[in-house]
């Protein structure tokens, strides 16, 4: 499903027009992102939860080449799905 499916049946479904909802998913998308920036978990009962983790830094090897470069450390999104998600999935 890509985003525009996305929108139209979740506006089907909320009985709103495809614009007010493409604006609820936008504003929430924005909030979500602003709060990833300040490093907080959002925590969706029943659905699992977001974090932003650290990668520290790692070296690395170029297979090729045999050269060795220093990766630096960066933040990354980590989802967790919950066991109500996870059960549902399963018992598909």
């Known amino acids: 499903m890509n985003n525009k499916e996305f929108i139209n049946e979740l506006s089907k479904q909320t009985n709103q027009s495809v614009g007010v909802t493409t604006q609820l998913i936008t504003d ?37 080449t045999g050269k060795r470069y220093l990766i630096p450390p960066k933040l990354v999104l980590g989802f967790k799905q ?9 018992e598909e």
């Open 28 to 64: 929430t998308i924005q909030l979500l992102e602003e709060h990833f920036e300040q490093d907080d978990a959002i925590i969706v009962t029943g659905f699992g939860n977001f974090e932003v983790k650290k990668k520290m830094e790692r070296i690395s090897v170029n297979p090729v």
């Open 82 to 90: 919950s066991n109500v998600l996870k059960d549902k999935i399963n």
